[in-house]
């Protein structure tokens, strides 16, 4: 049975979760093929003391891995948050079929709000995108991760 686009994010907000625990902003990532999970991924720049860690790029990253190939064509990536820059220019790179993300973010978002990278005449390769699942839960995660952040 083909699972929907709100059962994989749920598990990216899984993977979120995971991310908040280790004291990581919440952003989480599962990429999928043939209705089926070959990576998953929450952001990790603090633990992992690399700037490049964020939970796409560590989801891409174990993908490719996983598939033994950098191109990813005819996967789908669900990714809490609209992409930023850096992220947005890896999913071009790895050729990933489609993008589905939760919550936008207005300051560093990539794909619809301060700059919309992926419309660019730029690249060779276009991703389908789809904004807005499950957006509520996925801005809420963040908002509540931060709200604690400000209380300590």
Not at 7 to 14: G, K, P, R
Not at 71 to 82: G, Q, S
Not at 95 to 108: D, N
Request: with cysteine; proline share 5%; glycine share 8%.
């Amino acid at each position: 049975m083909e699972k929907t686009d709100e059962y994989w994010m749920q598990l990216a907000l899984e993977q979120a979760r995971l991310g908040a625990e280790a004291g990581e902003v919440p952003v989480g990532a599962v990429l999928v093929q043939d209705n089926q999970l070959i990576a998953a991924g929450f952001n990790q720049p603090i633990s992992g003391c690399d700037p490049t860690a964020h939970a796409e790029i560590v989801a891409l990253r174990a993908a490719a891995n996983n598939l033994k190939n950098y191109r990813l064509p005819d996967v789908t990536l669900y990714v809490t948050i609209e992409p930023c820059a850096m992220c947005a220019g890896a999913l071009v790179h790895s050729r990933i079929k489609r993008l589905v993300y939760g919550a936008t973010e207005p300051r560093a978002g990539a794909i619809v709000s301060s700059i919309k990278l992926l419309d660019g005449p730029q690249f060779n390769h276009r991703i389908e995108v789809e904004g807005g699942v499950l957006a509520e839960q996925c801005g809420a995660i963040l908002q509540t991760f931060f709200r604690d952040k400000r209380r300590v």
